[in-house]
């Protein structure tokens, strides 16, 4: 399935020409054919098919395990549901990092097998090599700063990133990097709310944040928190706008309850 019909499609430029007359630029991740058809008829703007699948959907502790071609697996599932919003889409942790050329090929790999509309890659001035020869080959690429998690095992720890000076100083020089190699967005992790304003007001591209505060020019959250299907993380900048956890939890145990007392099926629920 491609976008197309009457919609207006969302591409970088439209992005662009949000953050030039203030509009608000909304994402959310997706994983799934499903939830991105739900999420692209709400009216998304971007979607991300995040390496938060590697907790959200295969239960693992952290973003690293998850491989090129589950990535890729996720991607196309997305990208059959959605016709009108951005579809970008995390490069692993161990597929550009430190080698431009691989780099390139695993770009490759997610725009020609799942169709999406961009890549997204974690970190600044150790990675540039990488983003250069991605953007080469005319794939749009998104930057990602701040906490990055497939760094975590260098941070130790989830808090808040650049409160002290020498970080939020690299931050803002690898966010310039970003913009001057072509990057057409960057997502900003976990930061003080100033810094990002700073960010925001610095760059000409889109700067989206998570837990970067109110002065950047979009959001971004990872879906099932937002719903709460996920319980057990609760960070400052997570609101929650459903409890979908306990909300389906009553579903399943009145199914249960249904099955056993042999309410369902009834006679109208049969053939
Ligand atoms: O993988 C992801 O979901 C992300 C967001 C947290 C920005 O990178």
Redesign the pocket.
Known sequence: MSKEGNVKVVTTHVLYEMKLRGEKIAML?AYDFSMARILDAAGIDVL?V????SNVMAGHES?LPITLDQMIYHASSVMRAVRRALVVV?LPFGTYQGNSKLALNSAIRIMKESGADAV?L?GGAEIIDSVTRILSAGIPVMG?LGLT?QSIHKFGTYVVRAKEEAEAKKLVEDAHKLEEAGCFAI?L?KIPAKLGAQVASELKIPIIG?GAGSGVDGQ???THDMLGITQEFSPRFLRRYHNLFAEMTGSFQSYIKDVKSKDFPNEREQY
């Open positions: 991740t991300l995040g390496d938060s699948a973003t995390d997204k974690e990602h998690p997502v992790e998570i971004v959250l990872v």
